[in-house]
């Protein structure tokens, strides 16, 4: 199933792992993105787009959160994120992707949900 909202493993891939649980990570995305300014268009299960071994059948609770187009100074076009929370118990690995390469938004992103799942 093809998505205008689907952003493919080849662009712009950031991977981090938190020690959050699922729901944890989900609020803690969700309330650091509305925070910068993101809007949320919608939140599913990955495997709607693509299939992932890794975390198939073996316990893992997966959410795919699509945000809205998002236009800043410095590109004419817009940047949209699809986030990937991959939870088992207590550990999650995140992915974030992007359809503009800006490392500096993301590393906010994750850093600011970082501070939060700390708290």
């Known amino acids: 199933m093809q998505n205008p909202e689907y952003i493919t493993r080849v ?3 950031y991977d981090r792992t ?3 649980g699922f729901e944890k990570m989900i609020a803690s995305f ?11 268009i919608d939140e599913i299960d990955p495997s709607v787009f693509e299939r ?19 236009n800043n100074f410095l590109h004419l076009t817009g940047m949209r ?3 990937y929370i991959h939870s088992l118990g207590a550990n999650s690995d995140v992915e974030i992707r ?10 906010s ?6 501070r939060e799942i700390n708290q």
Do not use: P
């Open 81 to 83: 994120l699809n986030i």
């Open 18 to 20: 938190y020690y959050a």
């Open 30 to 40: 969700i309330f650091v993105l509305k925070k910068q300014g993101w809007g949320i």
């Open 109 to 114: 992103i994750l850093n600011g949900v970082d």
């Open 98 to 107: 992007s359809t503009l390469r800006n490392d500096k938004i993301v590393e």
């Open 11 to 13: 662009d712009h891939a």
């Open 52 to 70: 992932d071994e890794r975390y198939e059948n073996n316990g893992y609770q997966n959410v795919l959160i699509v945000t809205d187009t998002k």
